[in-house]
């Protein structure tokens, strides 16, 4: 489908006579409201009017009655609505891609999806973002050449929790694009089809614009009010640098009075007027000297002005000095001429504040000099240097290194009413900072060397971490005596805490209990598999398991995480974990693989299942350990005397046998044996996919349709985990929400 483009302002149904500060003589230079700067010509001028390549012709459409200019020419369909030779822009106007469903399903009739083949001229990088509108919506940028993509995916379940003017993630996402991009298609996707939200939001809407064009507002969801918007794109002159331009004079573009550039975004050079001028650095001799003294607003002068080439000069009348400048600084503007007396005075005055500020700047220096050498040395006694050499060996998005008095007032200087969990490594906090957004701050104990290279390392392996499921770092400190780590805060404590908590455990629905599983596998397969290098967490267990206020499970604790070279499937290394968790096979070979966490995630479903710890020393002595104890009562066929009551009571049997034998897959002592987490990851979704269908409640669905939905279930599922996975689309991770406890 070819791009329709939106002219702006009113129009002219004439040709423009020839405008010599922006076009050639004799040269059209205006079709309709957009004036045409010579190296760009009409296409019904001569050749001479413009640059010898089609990327600078205008096509004036007069065919409507109203002149309508076009890239290259009508065909392209590209409506031009401005260019700019000083900042070597050109905007263009595009069609909005629609994905739109109704109470049947997918409605073909109002759907639109657009792409858009550029020859020359790449879209701009700093002027321009992708946007996706809807709550039951992923939109993807996808290059035509296929040399990347990339997106957004917005999510929600009612209109009031979406908020105006916000796009991030909650009705409305956005990224920015890449430099050298000049084509793309967009391709719009639908988790459930907007069935759960097609009374407020039957369309989804994605599109690339210039920044600053569209505001979100929640009524949008129920119709956008645009089908078109303006595109940024940037462009210069050929294909060759400044360099080699400039040794063919006969062909070089710039002219008197200008200044080359290389393009940044695409290939070719830019000419612009030096400072002091103006005009189109184009044309010969277009680059004008600017009178700055004929402006009375802009005159720089308190005295009188003197215009130069380029540039001005001011001088104050006789009997008074200075610069003759307006305006404070370094200007000393036009002031009288003092006595002899009065320099006197003035000088001793001027002497005598200059001591002091020296004596001043002196103490103070010194002060700011030890405190910077303080500082240094807790950096260096924090792993700051390792953490550096961590970090230029890998590629790892930057975290915020907060200052110590930032977060010493975030904490009230770490109070005791302030702290909401304690480990073995440290202290969690919970912080306000000046931007009123509450944070966890984990402040470590004093440590020796291996410690400090653990803490080093869940900031490296939290650095690799973009994942909704995953608690997020927000930045560390290095610069006081123990190092702090500072996590988005989650409120509702941990996994551990609602299945052993009889209060908590009883709202624990089943539902809830196969989503958790669900989202906790989800996390450990994009560790697996999708994260940048591969990681291996080492400690899944139910305490590092956090909770919203919405029961979504966020993992954290990867201060014994491990990154897996991609050339390698196993590390070998120091046994360590949590007993009751730990895999057998990792304690006796020190070998640690993938399938370690596989079988510490098979603890966790046992204890969503039974609702008994890992590890109990009270109880007697066949039940201490979990994974034992339900292993056995599986083999004896006494799953359900095991099984926690509130489960049962929900009846959903088969669902709770298929979860307990995925469990004793996970389970197996050896880890080859293990399934993948993705192959554990697919099967609980699968399952959750079924108890949502209609089949459950008693309706007859054909074997092979079955088939069907679950692979279309699990696909959806897969790709929702990809998604999450890279740095573009996971604009969901933009939310902050909270943790309770870091420590181990």
Not at 1 to 25: C, F, Q, R, W
Not at 94 to 119: F, K
Not at 433 to 456: G, H, P, R, T, Y
Request: charged share 20%.
């Amino acid at each position: 489908m070819v791009l329709g483009i939106i002219i702006l302002g009113p129009y002219h149904n004439h040709i423009a006579e020839a405008d010599d500060s922006i076009t050639k003589p004799g040269c059209q230079s205006s079709c309709g409201n957009l004036s045409i700067p010579y190296p760009f010509g009409s296409s019904a001028s001569s050749s001479d009017c413009h640059f010898d390549l089609p990327y600078y012709i205008v096509d004036c459409d007069y065919s409507t009655g109203h002149p309508i200019p076009y890239m290259e020419n009508k065909s392209t369909n590209l409506q031009i609505l401005n260019i700019s030779v000083e900042d070597h822009e050109m905007r263009i106007s595009l069609w909005t891609s629609r994905d739109c469903y109704n109470s049947s399903g997918y409605d073909v009739s109002s759907s639109l999806y657009q792409w858009l083949t550029l020859a020359k001229f790449p879209m701009s990088s700093t002027k321009n973002k992708f946007t996706a509108i809807g709550c039951d919506t992923s939109a993807s940028f996808v290059d035509a050449r296929g040399k990347f993509s990339f997106g957004c995916m917005s999510s929600c379940g009612s209109i009031l929790d979406v908020n105006n003017g916000s796009c991030s993630g909650i009705g409305c996402c956005e990224t920015s694009i890449p430099r050298n991009s000049f084509n793309y298609n967009i391709s719009i996707n639908s988790f459930s089809n907007h069935s759960d939200v097609l009374d407020f939001n039957p369309c989804s809407y994605a599109f690339v614009a210039e920044i600053g064009f569209y505001n979100f507002l929640s009524e949008d969801l129920a119709n956008l009010k645009f089908e078109k918007q303006p595109l940024v794109l940037d462009w210069a002159i050929g294909n060759q640098t400044c360099e080699d331009a400039k040794k063919n004079r006969m062909s070089y573009m710039c002219t008197n009075n200008t200044i080359c550039t290389d393009a940044k975004n695409g290939l070719g050079y830019k000419c612009t007027c030096k400072e002091g001028y103006r005009g189109n650095p184009y044309l010969p001799n277009g680059c004008h000297d600017i009178d700055e003294c004929m402006d009375p607003e802009k005159n720089p002068c308190e005295g009188k002005c003197h215009n130069i080439e380029g540039s001005y000069r001011c001088s104050c009348p006789k009997g008074y000095h200075g610069d003759g400048k307006k305006g404070g600084g370094d200007r000393q503007g036009c002031t009288a001429n003092p006595s002899h007396l009065m320099k006197i005075l003035v000088g001793i005055a001027v002497g005598i504040i200059a001591l002091l500020f020296s004596m001043g700047f002196l103490y103070f220096g010194h002060k700011k000099r030890k405190l910077i050498r303080l500082k240094e040395q807790y950096f260096k006694q924090n792993g700051g240097l390792l953490l550096q050499q961590q970090l230029r060996d890998r590629t790892t998005k930057a975290a915020k290194l907060f200052s110590a008095e930032e977060l010493e007032k975030a904490t009230d200087k770490y109070h005791e009413s302030r702290i909401v969990g304690r480990g073995g490594y440290g202290t969690v906090y919970r912080g306000s900072l000046s931007n009123n957004l509450i944070v966890a701050i984990k402040k470590s104990k004093l440590m020796d060397q291996s410690q400090i290279e653990q803490f080093i390392n869940e900031v490296i392996v939290l650095s690799q971490i973009n994942n909704r499921n995953v608690v997020k770092l927000l930045g560390c400190c290095l610069e006081t005596e123990v190092p702090l780590l500072v996590y988005e805060f989650v409120n509702n404590g941990t996994l551990f805490d609602h299945i052993h908590d009889p209060n908590k455990s009883s709202k624990l629905s089943w539902e809830t209990r196969l989503r958790i599983a669900s989202e906790i596998a989800g996390v450990l397969l994009y560790l697996h598999s999708m994260a940048s290098t591969p990681i291996i967490h080492r400690d899944v267990k139910s305490a590092n398991i956090l909770l919203d206020a919405n029961y979504i499970a966020k993992v954290s604790d990867f201060g014994a995480s491990r990154l897996v070279p991609l050339d390698q499937t196993q590390l070998s290394t120091m046994v360590q974990g949590t007993l009751g968790y730990l895999d057998p096979e990792y304690f006796h070979t020190n070998q640690l693989t993938e399938k370690s966490d596989v079988y510490s995630f098979g603890v966790v479903l046992a204890e969503l299942l039974t609702g008994k710890k890992a590890l109990s020393f009270d109880q007697p002595e066949e039940e201490r350990s979990l994974a034992t104890y339900f292993l056995s009562s599986l083999k004896n066929d006494k799953l359900f005397h095991i099984v926690e009551e509130v489960i049962t009571y929900e009846g959903n049997n088969e669902q709770v046998r298929e979860v307990a034998n995925l469990a004793k897959r996970c389970l197996e002592i050896k880890g080859e044996e293990r399934p993948t987490m993705k192959e554990v990851a697919m099967e609980l979704e699968g399952l959750r996919a079924m108890a949502n269908h209609p089949w459950v409640n008693g309706i007859d669905v054909n074997p092979e349709e079955t088939v069907r939905l679950l692979e279309k279930k699990t696909d959806v599922y897969m790709d929702s985990i990809a998604s999450t996975s890279t740095g573009y689309m996971d604009s969901m991770t933009n939310h902050v929400m909270p943790v309770v406890s870091h420590g181990r």
